[in-house]
């Protein structure tokens, strides 16, 4: 293997998403970054190629590829582009081993028409997304790491008001409001 190849796999029901529509997705992030993307569609698999790439970028391009393969739009995925932003992934496993308690706290975190993870969403500046066994979000790193510990309260029973207090607490505490309000 070489060390100028990374590997990774998502679900193959994402695949269309990150190739995009006539190739579109996977041709941008090509360009943007340099690295060349190999999708086996059959398996999941992905292949980057960084040879020929910024190894910044390239290092970023399979944090990008692991998001949209989390459930994130490519818009929002593409945004790990940037240095200031990071991806954290929680497994839902961790906290529930049949399918019918994963559900049940997916939608704990989901809310009644996506009205919890709209106020996490607000609060922090944060996006958050929900596919499969993980809830994954994407924004700055203290607001990320913050929000996560949100969402683990979710998860852990703790009611909906204390974990939207603990964030708004935190966030602002943490000085990440006013970055959150000059994007």
Not at 69 to 84: M, N, Q, S
Not at 86 to 95: A, E
Not at 161 to 178: C, H, P, T, W
């Amino acid at each position: 293997m070489s060390k100028n190849i990374d590997y990774l796999k998502i679900p193959k029901k994402r695949i269309g998403v990150l190739i995009g529509k006539e190739g579109d997705t996977k041709k941008k992030l090509e360009e943007r970054t340099g690295v060349d993307i190999k999708i086996n569609s059959n398996t999941g698999e992905i292949k980057i190629d960084k040879s020929d790439a910024d190894p910044f970028l390239a290092w970023k391009v399979r944090k990008v590829v692991k998001a949209i393969g989390r459930g994130f739009h490519p818009k929002k995925a593409v945004t790990l582009l940037d240095e200031r932003k990071t991806l954290q992934i929680i497994d839902i496993t961790n906290y529930a081993n049949t399918r019918k308690s994963r559900d049940r706290l997916k939608g704990r975190v989901i809310g009644k028409e996506g009205r919890t993870r709209n106020i996490l969403e607000q609060i922090s500046g944060t996006d958050i997304a929900i596919f499969g066994k993980t809830i994954s979000c994407i924004g700055p790193p203290k607001a990320v790491s913050i929000t996560i510990e949100a969402i683990e309260m979710l998860l852990d029973g703790s009611p909906h008001g204390n974990a939207y207090n603990f964030l708004k607490d935190n966030v602002r505490s943490k000085g990440e409001i006013e970055y959150i309000r000059r994007k």
